[in-house]
């Protein structure tokens, strides 16, 4: 049994690169169902703008004894999310897509949540919980896309890598905040879950 080629014939190659040109970087070779690895990635996209308003909005918001070190931190998170959202716009560009920037329904696409509670400790609780869906949601996606796209693959990959960062530095907080005599979790009523929701 002979082995296939490595390569497809050249010439194949080079009439294929003709073909649908206005298509850009997507050829006939990209096999994944394009339309859903769009919506995937305006999903993500959508996460990753949800997580920059509510680490600024913590930013601003954080007050306290240990508020002007966990604000540093929220505002250096909000500004890699920033990063991501625009590393995964540009990948939706090149596959001939549109990246989804629309105020309307963001909230509705993000699979992260936009929670801006009063306390210092419950900002750090959330953005913990909001990292740790980001990471299941990136592994997901990466789980879909696998060898079919290697491009988009290898940008979800970094991505998650910081996004464990991101969580394992909010988890960090969350214990030293604890050790500085200040609660480590939300003191929350009887009943009620503390939250404010935005």
Do not use: W
């Not at 049994?1 to 298509?23: G, N, V």
């Not at 540009?90 to 936009?114: C, K, M, V, W, Y």
Request: glycine share 6%; hydrophobic share 35%; proline share 4%.
């Amino acid at each position: 049994m002979a082995a296939k080629p490595f390569l497809s014939d050249i010439q194949t190659i080079r009439r294929r690169a003709r073909e649908h040109m206005e298509r850009g970087a997507v050829t006939d070779s990209y096999t994944l169902d394009r339309p859903t690895v769009l919506k995937l990635l305006n999903e993500a996209l959508a996460t990753e703008i949800i997580c920059v308003l509510r680490y600024k909005s913590h930013y601003y918001l954080a007050s306290g004894i240990n508020a002007k070190s966990v604000a540093a931190e929220f505002l250096e998170h909000a500004n890699e999310e920033q990063g991501h959202a625009d590393r995964i716009a540009e990948r939706i560009t090149q596959l001939d897509g549109t990246p989804n920037f629309s105020p309307e329904g963001l909230a509705s696409r993000s699979h992260s949540e936009f929670v801006a509670p009063d306390e210092l400790a419950a900002m750090i609780e959330e953005n913990l919980v909001a990292e740790r869906i980001a990471i299941d949601s990136y592994r997901e996606i990466i789980q879909y896309v696998g060898d079919k796209d290697t491009t988009t693959k290898r940008l979800l990959e970094e991505i998650l890598a910081s996004e464990e960062e991101h969580a394992e530095d909010m988890k960090t907080l969350m214990e030293d905040f604890g050790k500085k005599g200040e609660p480590a979790k939300p003191k929350r009523p009887e009943g009620k879950s503390g939250k404010k929701k935005g």
